[in-house]
């Protein structure tokens, strides 16, 4: 049971998971998170992860003791602050594995075999005057994995039966049946594709910068479904532009929702605006698992999925 005006919504939710959110309790909402915080006693602010949460507004709401983000990742909250003033934060991990790894398989398949532009290339009538130019077969090919985690290995799961070799990095190695390379770089060299399923951090800033993408060379693919921030978008830029690299599927990006325009000219590239967990089945599980952890907050009952800080 979450008592009335407990709870600030900050940022705008998609209308069906407000409609969970509705259909479980009546939070206050401030839908502007760089407003003023509305006055209340409030104890827990539900966010969205794609939400940056102002420390300031935190500041404002001295009762404030939880912090519920909907996404399992966490960059967009203040942490530092949240970890100074006592105030516990959840996420949603788990529940929208399936839908990210679905979308990374096929940004995988789009990107490799180039499914876009083959069909534009049906579309307009080029069919008639000549074969669409060969691609590349994923079969027999080493993918590498930067962050084995909970997507991370339902990703590599999921590759398993495509005849792939998988490798991975990361700062520790998993009990997991795919051959650990410590060093990214290494990864980077030996990956035919290498998908970025990390979390956004101090330690993975920019992580793919120039040399990695060197590393990565010119007949290979990056897929980032981790956070814009993990690339140095401009040494990808340039990656792309002079065929360093073979190409990039890119869910997430520094500016979003307005990415850099630079990307929009490239053949080489699949770009989609950050839809990894965007299906209605999975949005619906994010709001209830981040609902049922305000509950137990106010039931005075363990937390779900609580972020570690
Ligand atoms: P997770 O279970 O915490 O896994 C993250 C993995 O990354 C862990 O294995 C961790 O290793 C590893 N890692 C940490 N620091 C690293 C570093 N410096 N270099 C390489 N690997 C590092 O998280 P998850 O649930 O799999 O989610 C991963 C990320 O995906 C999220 O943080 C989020 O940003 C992103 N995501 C994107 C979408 C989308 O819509 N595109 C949707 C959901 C999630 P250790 O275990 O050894 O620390």
């Not at 209830?288 to 570690?308: C, H, I, S, Y």
Request: charged letters at 20%; a neutral charge.
């Amino acid at each position: 049971m979450i008592p009335v005006n407990s709870v600030l919504q900050v940022g705008y939710f998609p209308d069906l998971m407000q409609a969970e959110i509705n259909r479980r309790f009546s939070p206050t909402c401030l839908l502007d998170p760089n407003a003023p915080a509305p006055v209340g006693n409030f104890q827990a602010i539900l966010v969205r992860s794609n939400t940056k949460l102002p420390e300031a507004l935190v500041k404002q709401i001295p009762s404030m003791r939880l912090v519920t983000t909907c996404g399992v990742g966490y960059d967009n909250l203040p942490l530092g602050y949240l970890k100074e003033a006592g105030i516990k934060a959840t996420n949603t991990p788990g529940v929208l594995n399936d839908a990210v790894c679905e979308l990374a398989i096929g940004m995988m398949f789009s990107l490799i075999r180039r499914l876009p532009q083959s069909q534009e290339f049906l579309k307009s009538g080029e069919w008639s005057k000549g074969l669409f130019p060969l691609t590349t077969t994923l079969a027999g090919k080493k993918v590498g994995i930067l962050g084995m985690g909970r997507i991370g290995q339902d990703l590599a799961k999921r590759l398993e039966p495509f005849k792939v070799e998988i490798i991975y990095s990361g700062p520790s190695k998993k009990p997991v049946p795919y051959r650990f390379i410590a060093n990214v770089k290494d990864l980077a060299k030996e990956s035919d594709i290498l998908f970025l399923a990390c979390p956004a951090s101090s330690a993975t800033d920019k992580i793919m910068n120039t040399e990695i993408l060197e590393a990565l060379g010119p007949s290979s693919f990056l897929i980032n479904i981790a956070r814009g921030s993990v690339v140095d978008e401009q040494a990808l830029l340039y990656a792309l532009q002079h065929k360093r690299i073979a190409g990039a599927a890119l869910d997430v990006f520094d500016n979003e929702p307005n990415p850099n325009p630079a990307f929009l000219s490239l053949d080489n590239v699949l770009l989609t605006p950050h839809i990894g967990s965007a299906t209605s089945e999975t949005r619906i599980a994010m709001t209830n698992l981040a609902v049922d952890n305000l509950e137990a907050f106010f039931n005075q009952q363990p937390l779900l999925t609580e972020v570690p800080n």
